[in-house]
């Protein structure tokens, strides 16, 4: 996906939110209506990429113009400080390129909406500067939609019971099929977004938490939003786990 294009897009796609005219708190109403911008980057989109990065892109697209629109309606208003202003709304621009390359690579359909969620996030809250909204970013990009929902099982959670893990994973047989699960568990501790109180036993007999990493992702990328359904699975499959190894 050529630069130029990332540029093109995320140009339209703030001026569609107002972001480029000066003025972070110009009314969004009209703007997200307007014909020009929308018309102009989904031309672009369908012109220029495959049809299933044109769904995925012009699906992220109407999500954070409509995400946008809502938070607007309520009477949330855009950050204030230079992220959507300075240098054209420069820092914004950079930061949706990064997250519509990430779309554009995206293979799991379900992640688009937690992209589109941490962009509109980022326009309105000022939690993040710049280069940790980039930081993020980077990060949501490298996980799975089940990693982003054990990241919300573990904010429902006090502690993550994974006792014996790492030392009898290995001794069951029927645990197999759960290798790839392990596998993303321990990743998350990797990555920082899990924790122990007592580091150095990876998925040993120490509880994980979510970190405080993990609770930004959990905050920024509104993991509030996964179905109660996803978030469920992956109790059980914790559950499941645990009966195998105490032999309950």
């Known amino acids: 996906m050529k630069k130029d294009l990332l540029s093109n897009i995320a140009s339209n796609t703030l001026t569609a939110l107002g972001g480029l005219s000066g003025d972070a708190n110009v009314t969004i109403a009209a ?64 930061v949706l390129e990064g997250i519509l390359l990430n779309i554009n690579n995206e293979y799991e359909k379900k992640k688009v909406e937690y992209h589109a969620n941490l962009f509109t996030n980022i326009c309105f809250e000022e939690r993040l500067i710049f280069e940790q909204a980039i930081a993020v970013s980077r990060i949501i990009e490298r996980l799975s939609y089940r990693q982003l929902t054990i990241i919300a099982y573990a904010y429902t959670q006090k502690n993550l019971k994974t006792r014996g893990w790492q030392a009898r994973f290995k001794d069951f047989a029927n645990l197999a099929k759960y290798g790839d699960f392990y596998s993303e568990l321990f990743s998350l501790e990797t990555m920082g977004i899990l924790h122990q109180d007592c580091p150095g036993h990876a998925l040993g007999g120490v509880p994980l938490k979510l970190s405080e990493l993990g609770k930004i992702i959990y905050q920024e990328v509104d993991l509030s939003d996964i179905p109660v359904t996803d978030i469920n699975i992956i109790g059980d499959i914790m559950e499941d786990i645990n009966k195998i190894i105490t032999g309950q």
Do not use: H, W
Request: include cysteine.
């Open 31 to 94: 703007a997200v209506l307007s014909p020009v911008a929308v018309a102009v980057t989904n031309d672009i989109v369908s012109r220029t990429l495959s049809s299933l990065q044109s769904d995925r892109l012009n699906r992220a697209f109407a999500l954070i113009l409509n995400k946008c629109k809502i938070r607007r309606d309520r009477g949330d208003i855009y950050r204030e400080d230079a992220f959507m202003t300075e240098n054209d709304g420069e820092q914004a621009k950079q």
